[in-house]
């Protein structure tokens, strides 16, 4: 008997048996041994498979005095906003969810960067758009977004950071401005590795020292390398100081 008609013998003395299989999609389909068929069934009970998380992030991590990491969510919650403090918000490729879209849209430049006092609690919002593709080139946002976060902090302010998940995009602005402001000390920024601040930073010293207070970051792979590019030039300046 071939190997194949040994394995087709065994299987007619297997039990009838049928199995509910739910892919990641939510998508349900009913598997029969017996007759080999896979049916989709209604997707009325059906679940995604894992559990989905629809709690906000409210996280508002400070990563260096003054300096705050997070998503978008705590942007809806001016409560929060005004009880941490504070009075700058610079917004990555989302704007903040709690003021009108309207005000950003009649103050934006070409580059549809855009500026707005929020009247109520006084704290200003920058919008800089930026998507969050490997492609996406950080060279061309940082000089706006370290002046934005140098202006708040050197005002003795408080300045969120954010983008949509507070994962890839806005981490990756924060660690450029650390890795600027280790090789470029200002007296309004200081940045410390493991209580040593005698020495600039280095790449993954920036990334275990933000990842400690904000665990979740992961920058994508584009950015990833543009923060070792940007991390040579800084090298190459002090060099030629």
């Not at 990555?92 to 580059?111: C, N, Q, R």
């Not at 998507?131 to 969120?160: K, M, T």
């Not at 954010?162 to 660690?175: I, Y």
Request: aromatic share 8%; glycine share 6%.
């Amino acid at each position: 008997m071939s190997f194949l008609r040994e394995i087709a013998s065994k299987r007619k003395d297997l039990r009838h048996c049928q199995t509910l299989i739910t892919n990641t999609l939510g998508e349900s389909f009913l598997e029969d041994t017996e007759s080999g068929s896979v049916t989709k069934v209604s997707k009325s009970n059906s679940s995604p498979g894992y559990v989905i998380d629809y709690k906000p992030d409210l996280q508002l991590a400070e990563i260096i005095p003054g300096l705050y990491l997070g998503s978008q969510d705590p942007t809806g919650n001016k409560e929060l906003l005004q009880a941490s403090g504070i009075t700058h918000v610079l917004s990555l490729g989302v704007k903040p969810l709690d003021v009108p879209e309207i005000f950003f849209d009649s103050a934006s430049d070409a580059s549809g960067m855009s500026s707005v006092v929020d009247p109520q609690t006084n704290i200003s919002f920058v919008f800089v758009p930026f998507l969050d593709l490997p492609e996406a080139s950080l060279s061309q946002i940082l000089p706006e977004c370290i002046h934005v976060i140098d202006s708040a902090l050197s005002e003795s302010g408080r300045i969120f950071v954010h983008c949509n998940a507070g994962v890839s995009r806005s981490p990756s602005v924060v660690l450029a401005y650390i890795l600027r402001r280790s090789h470029h000390r200002k007296p309004w920024a200081f940045v410390s590795y493991n209580g040593n601040s005698d020495k600039p930073l280095c790449l993954f010293e920036a990334v275990e020292l933000v990842r400690a207070r904000r665990p979740c970051i992961k920058p994508n792979a584009g950015f990833f390398d543009q923060l070792r590019q940007y991390e040579c030039g800084l090298m190459k300046e002090n060099s030629q100081e």
